[in-house]
């Protein structure tokens, strides 16, 4: 905040803060609010020693800590570069299949699920309860569609899987889990848990079965564009 600039401890500021009318929160868009504040504390970014920087990233010396951080990129522009290729051959596949009915009480209920999500997105206060109720409608056809295209991916990879005998184990499940727990900062066990509980383990398989299929789709890809 630019009003803060050069404050030290003890300080005590008054400034005015102008929202734009588009801002995120509904109740803050448009408005100029005044605030004052007193300083408790300033903190400063500091540069680390290279002997610093490798004990907080526990690499023996500044060369490790370079070449790690060049196979992480590497490895990110590879997997940026297999994703892309699975979604050109899973569009181009889809793009050749007829549309097909999906089952309605099961579209319904994926429908539900993509408005639950669209209100998780755009609901963060009392004022962004009244704006998404007013457009009920209409996130209702977006969710619709989004949950349309959702089922018939999963069909259409599911036929794949089990034409191609391709299924997950439940180490793939537990990689998985174990991931997820790195990320969010949970504990394992209550992670399980807590997608046993809610119905999410089911959800859960069923994105590593489709992550599977699509990573098979790439490699046929890839081999094909090889020859």
């Not at 050069?6 to 448009?30: C, H, N, P």
């Not at 002997?51 to 990233?57: D, G, H, Q, V, Y």
């Not at 704006?131 to 056809?141: G, I, M, P």
Request: glycine share 6%.
């Amino acid at each position: 905040i630019a009003a803060l600039t050069g404050v030290k401890a003890g300080d005590e500021k008054t400034f005015d803060a102008a929202y734009a009318a588009d801002f995120r929160e509904a109740a803050l868009a448009g408005k100029t609010l005044t605030y004052s504040v007193k300083v408790l504390g300033v903190q400063r970014k500091q540069e680390l020693t290279d002997a610093e920087l490798c004990e907080k990233t526990r690499t023996p010396s500044l060369d490790e800590f370079k070449k790690m951080i060049k196979l992480s990129l590497e490895n990110e522009a590879k997997g940026k570069r297999h994703n892309e290729l699975a979604g050109k051959v899973y569009d181009a596949l889809s793009a050749s299949i007829p549309e097909f009915e999906l089952p309605p009480g099961v579209l319904e209920t994926e429908t539900n699920r993509e408005v639950r999500k669209l209100a998780n997105d755009l609901v963060k206060s009392e004022a962004d309860v009244e704006a998404f109720k007013a457009k009920t409608e209409e996130h209702r056809q977006t969710a619709a569609e989004a949950a349309r295209k959702a089922l018939r991916k999963t069909f259409i990879l599911r036929k794949i899987a089990k034409a191609e005998k391709i299924e997950i184990s439940r180490g793939d499940v537990e990689g998985q889990i174990k991931a997820m727990s790195r990320y969010y900062g949970r504990n394992e066990n209550e992670l399980r848990s807590m997608l046993e509980k809610t119905g999410g383990m089911e959800e859960l398989q069923l994105d590593i079965l489709n992550a599977k299929v699509l990573d098979f789709l790439a490699a046929k890809a890839d081999e094909a564009g090889k020859k």
